[in-house]
């Protein structure tokens, strides 16, 4: 049967397709005037007060000069637009911050959200994949806000309904170049809402001088230098173990160093040691005398010396056996923090199958007993691959410095960290601009930060070794 259809039959219709059915025209409703004007009226309106809720201080510095010169006269308006940029100068120059916070990012963020992304948004979207045109109409995520800090943009998007964030997570690539960024990073805000991150400089190019020395008595977290929004890294390494993977030249020795600094005023107080295993002879060994006889380099001196650690580990796990769950630093059982420069060396490397399985029990047993009792492990290597190092997933807090291939971000970070914005493989050889620069993913986190640590030179390692021997 046949469906009658509003409308006119098409009269006069030419087809070359055989078998046509009938066409019918639609019908034509038209509407008064009057309900257009008023529709047209309540979407200018409705536009106007989201633009004010959305941009109040972009809205405040366009109208206000016109509401000054309708109420009060032109010459009024003059004035006001003469003494304006005056009065802003004195104020970047005076209290540049409070400036900046409440009139000069958000500014910028307008601008940029008017400029960069409005104007670009819908063919990025569409050409990426993100966005669906269905039967002549686009189906686009939308852009909720724009914020912008002293080094990125952050946009928050709102998905549609049935993406998942590994849709956005695998488009990175596409997101940075068609908004002009050098990258792009994906976070959760809540449910059905994303955080993107697009970088406009890099806060971290310039190396980092060696932290000073605190004069707080503290296991952690330390200072080993500086987050890429500007704040300090405070690496933790109390209560936890970490985990630190690069090539060479990456810049391992600068984020061991820095934590084994951070922790010179503990080791001061006896409220902290610090062991060393030196398998390759060159990093730890400038500081010997931090470390006493706690410092090991032959094969066989670094599994004698883990299985001290984990004696005196179990001695104190016995004693603490009913009493108390968590450890707090004393003189009589300081926090004891075991560095092991290039773990490869003694776990994959070593030829002599008795060591090896000596070393990699005594690693084993002391990253999954010694966090509750006072012990920690702060382990670097070069080839994160699971045959290499294959108790890896025991570092709660890891850190990936340049590597080599795409692949072993995943590795070191865990799965997706790199579709996630941990781009390590992508951080410069040259060691000016490189060296110290990584990403960092926490226990308590899945969203990799990228930092920077700070350098300590030769000269810093033998002023801290004389003072602690002096």
């Known amino acids: 049967m046949f469906k009658k259809l509003p409308g006119d039959e098409a009269q006069n219709l030419v087809s070359t397709t ?25 979407r200018l309106l409705a536009g106007a007060l989201r633009l004010l809720w959305r941009h109040p201080i972009a809205s405040a510095v366009v109208l206000t000069p016109g509401v000054v010169t309708y109420v009060c006269g032109w010459r009024w308006g003059l004035g006001l637009v003469a003494v304006t940029p005056l009065s802003l100068t004195a104020w970047f120059f005076l209290a540049r911050p409070s400036f900046l916070r409440l009139l000069g990012w958000p500014l910028l963020a307008w601008w940029r959200l008017v400029w960069i992304y409005r104007r670009h948004w819908q063919p990025v979207m569409i050409i990426s994949g993100l966005g669906r045109h269905l039967r002549g109409r686009d189906y686009l995520p939308r852009v909720v806000r724009v914020t912008c800090t002293s080094w990125a943009d952050v946009v928050t998007v709102r998905m549609l309904t049935g993406q998942a964030v590994k849709d956005w997570a695998d488009r990175t690539e596409h997101l940075a170049h068609g908004f002009g960024a050098r990258s792009c990073r994906v976070s959760i805000a809540r449910s059905g809402r994303l955080l993107l991150v697009f970088p406009r400089r890099d806060p971290l190019a310039t190396p980092l001088l060696a932290v000073p020395v605190s004069d707080e008595v503290s296991v952690g977290p330390v200072e080993v230098g ?21 090539a060479t030249g990456a810049g391992k020795g600068s984020v061991i160093w820095s934590a084994i600094r951070g922790l010179l005023p503990a080791t001061r107080a006896g409220l902290a040691q610090v062991w060393a295993l030196d398998p390759k ?60 420069d290039e773990v490869a060396f003694l776990t994959a490397y070593q030829s002599d199958k008795g060591l090896k399985l000596r070393i990699s029990a005594a690693l084993a047993t002391l990253t999954t007993q010694g966090r509750a009792v006072g012990f920690g492990v702060l382990a670097a290597l070069q080839d994160p691959r699971k045959e290499v190092m294959n108790i890896r997933n025991l570092f ?25 914005g941990a781009l390590a493989d992508h951080i410069s050889p040259i060691s000016e601009q490189g060296a110290g620069i990584g990403y960092v993913r926490l226990e308590t986190s899945p969203d990799p930060i990228r930092v920077r640590a700070a350098y300590v030179s030769d000269s810093d390692i033998r002023a801290m070794a004389m003072e602690v021997t002096a």
Do not use: N
């Not at 034509?28 to 008023?38: C, E, S």
């Not at 580990?313 to 009493?323: F, I, K, P, T, V």
């Open 18 to 42: 055989p078998d046509t059915a009938v066409v019918f025209r639609p019908a034509v409703l038209r509407t008064p005037a009057i309900v257009t004007i008023v529709i047209f009226v309540w």
């Open 226 to 246: 500086k987050c890429e929004d500007g704040t300090p890294w405070l690496l933790k390494v109390h209560g936890t173990h970490v985990l630190v993977a690069g």
């Open 396 to 420: 709660p807090d890891k850190i990936a410095l340049r590597l080599d291939e795409s692949e072993q971000v995943d590795m070191v970070l865990g799965d997706g960290a790199r579709d996630r």
């Open 281 to 340: 002879r060159m990093e730890l060994s400038y500081g010997r005398d931090l470390f006493g006889d706690r410092y090991a380099a032959s094969p066989a001196d670094c599994a004698d010396l883990l299985e001290a650690a984990v004696k005196i580990m179990q001695e104190r796990a016995d004693r603490y056996a009913g009493l108390q769950r968590s450890h707090t630093p004393s003189v009589d059982d300081p926090f004891v923090l075991v560095v092991v």
